[in-house]
């Protein structure tokens, strides 16, 4: 019942910025909790951080803490994640889900986006 379509992903070199967006239609993020997750290279989906309905209370994965910031805009029904200090190791796909509550775990969000790509060069 919600759609969600991320961009902004691209190359970009290490220790740059880049900035995603997350855009929802079908419904509005005013009801869902929304989570950013990335999967790499031959490694699992993980967590990177996600922000609670009202924009109010926000989670890291401890290896972008300090370095990428969640955010949301309700009234655009858009949500943000602003990635500084890039480094190779955050290349990945990156993808936003919503959800009832931000929560860490895949299972937590019932709606996904198709993903983003971000490339980081040393």
């Known amino acids: 019942q919600v759609q969600l379509v991320e961009s902004g992903g691209g190359l970009v070199q290490a220790g740059g910025s880049l900035s995603l967006s997350c855009a929802a239609s079908g419904r509005t993020f005013s009801n869902y909790a929304l989570g950013w997750f990335r999967q790499a290279p031959g490694q699992e989906r993980e967590f990177v951080a996600a922000?609670?309905?009202?924009?109010?209370?926000?989670y890291y994965a401890d290896s972008v803490k300090g370095r990428f910031t969640i955010s949301r805009d309700n009234a655009r029904n858009t949500a943000f994640l602003q990635m500084n200090s890039l480094k190779p190791e955050d290349t990945a796909v990156y993808y936003c889900?919503?959800?009832?509550?931000?929560?860490?775990?895949?299972?937590?969000?019932?709606?996904w986006g198709q993903g983003t790509r971000v490339t980081v060069s040393s």
């Open positions: 889900a919503a959800g009832p509550f931000p929560r860490t775990t895949r299972r937590e969000y019932g709606y």
């Open positions: 922000v609670n309905r009202y924009g109010t209370s926000t």
